[in-house]
């Protein structure tokens, strides 16, 4: 009975853990997987201009405003490009997450740039994530070309 009982609450507490993003308010400082300085990084319509010349960067850090955290776990974050388009971030190896605070906020990411093509599959996973309605879901028909940046770790400096 008593192994009964321990189960069912390791079960529950895993649970209410699963799918949800950290908690924590992404204050200036805050970082999250690899401890990033914030010297050297370029700004975002820099990363762009480079990526028009090749398609990947192995190294870069890159200064970009937050416009939507993934609801879900904090696994993906979307940021806002000079020409009011979004570029997507990823953490590695899933091995940190980014709490639903850092919206709105100012970041340096370190990690790797590219021009991904992004799935049909793969936009409405994300749609689904941010919680969009059907409709939305439904309305994404084709693949999409975007700057696509893999991080290895993120810092708030604002």
Known sequence: MDKLIFFTIVLLVSLASY???PAGNAEKGDFYGAKVKAKGAIPMADLVSQLETVS?????????????????????LKLELPDGKQATVKMKDY???????AKGKTVVIDGQASIKVVS???????AEDAKKSQAEIDAITQP????????KGIVVVS
């Open 120 to 126: 049909v599959k793969e936009l409405k996973h994300f």
């Open 19 to 21: 799918a949800q993003p």
């Open 95 to 101: 091995g940190f997450f980014v709490p639903l605070a």
């Open 144 to 151: 999409k070309k975007e700057v696509n940046i893999l991080a």
């Open 56 to 76: 990947n960067l192995e190294e870069t850090k890159v200064t970009a405003k937050i416009v939507e955290v993934c609801p879900n776990k904090g696994c993906w």
